[in-house]
């Protein structure tokens, strides 16, 4: 009884589920976190505001965001639980995916992500190395900021935005792109290479929630990326 209902629910796309907000909804959060790029992208260097102050700033406007969705969705009945897909029952699925996002950031991040910016001679700009944490205190804000942007833009980008672009094109692959293609944008302060890096890099994870039907493995990726990487590149850098 219990493969004979599961089998319905595995075979449906994520494309045929329809909209899980209206479009006014999606153009104000496309509106929120394209237009926050945007402001990044002139600022100078990001030193308009202490690096403290920027972290808390992201922080409310991901978690702002997220909020926002979670209204939004709940009301066309969609759950946070949807969203996010997948479960850790057991630890054992825990340690799966690690694994998965270990393998994900060495296969995509490096192997796949690093051979792109060799070929566009891509090198990180002043805002990028000014954005990195100096201080103890920053470490744990970057830290913090790191666990929320795993949570946070994996749930905007591969859970929200690819749900609705894949029932705008009727197409999987078409919300797969355009969320990449989104995310790359949401990131103007660092060049227009590395935005095509990291375009790049938001469709292979939305390849990887596709996949497993489960934001849950590029939530890990993303915040042990964005945090351990964050903080060694602070060292390179120097």
């Not at 190395?129 to 205190?137: E, G, K, R, V, Y």
């Not at 797969?176 to 969320?179: K, L, S, T, Y």
């Not at 990326?225 to 060292?235: K, N, P, S, T």
């Given at each position: 009884?219990?493969?004979?209902?599961?089998?319905?629910?595995?075979?449906?796309?994520?494309?045929?589920?329809?909209?899980?907000?209206?479009?006014?909804?999606?153009?104000?959060?496309?509106?929120?976190?394209?237009?926050?790029?945007?402001?990044?992208?002139?600022?100078?260097?990001?030193?308009?505001?202490?690096?403290?102050?920027?972290?808390?700033?992201?922080?409310?406007?991901?978690?702002?965001?997220?909020?926002?969705?979670?209204?939004?969705?709940?009301?066309?009945?969609?759950?946070?639980?949807?969203?996010?897909?997948?479960?850790?029952?057991?630890?054992?699925?825990?340690?799966?995916?690690?694994?998965?996002?270990?393998?994900?950031?060495?296969?995509?991040?490096?192997?796949?992500?690093?051979?792109?910016?060799?070929?566009?001679?891509?090198?990180?700009?002043?805002?990028?190395?000014?954005?990195?944490?100096?201080?103890?205190?920053?470490?744990?804000?970057?830290?913090?900021?790191?666990?929320?942007?795993?949570?946070?833009?994996?749930?905007?980008?591969?859970?929200y935005l690819r749900r609705q672009?894949?029932?705008?094109?009727?197409s999987a692959a078409g919300g797969?792109?355009?969320?990449g293609i989104a995310f790359g944008?949401?990131?103007?302060?660092?060049?227009?290479?590395?935005?095509?890096?990291?375009?790049?890099?938001?469709?292979?994870?939305?390849?990887?929630?596709?996949?497993?039907?489960?934001?849950?493995?590029?939530?890990?990726?993303?915040?042990?990326?964005?945090?351990?990487?964050?903080?060694?590149?602070?060292?390179?850098?120097?």
């Open positions: 009884m219990n493969s004979s209902q599961s089998i319905p629910h595995q075979s449906v796309p994520d494309s045929s589920r329809g909209a899980i907000a209206p479009a006014w909804h999606t153009a104000v959060v496309l509106f929120v976190m394209l237009g926050f790029s945007l402001l990044s992208a002139f600022a100078k260097d990001l030193t308009v505001l202490p690096r403290i102050f920027q972290y808390l700033l992201v922080l409310v406007v991901e978690w702002g965001v997220v909020a926002f969705i979670w209204r939004g969705v709940g009301r066309r009945g969609t759950r946070m639980a949807d969203l996010v897909g997948g479960s850790w029952a057991r630890p054992l699925a825990v340690l799966r995916d690690l694994g998965l996002a270990i393998a994900f950031i060495l296969v995509c991040g490096g192997a796949i992500l690093q051979g792109l910016g060799y070929l566009l001679k891509a090198t990180p700009n002043k805002a990028l190395h000014n954005i990195l944490p100096q201080s103890h205190a920053e470490i744990i804000l970057w830290l913090l900021m790191s666990l929320t942007a795993g949570f946070c833009e994996e749930v905007i980008f591969r859970g672009f894949s029932a705008l094109t009727h797969i792109v355009f969320q944008l949401a990131h103007g302060y660092q060049g227009w290479k590395y935005m095509l890096m990291i375009a790049v890099y938001g469709i292979l994870f939305g390849l990887l929630a596709h996949w497993r039907r489960s934001l849950r493995p590029g939530m890990l990726a993303h915040a042990l990326q964005d945090g351990v990487l964050g903080i060694l590149a602070r060292h390179l850098m120097d």
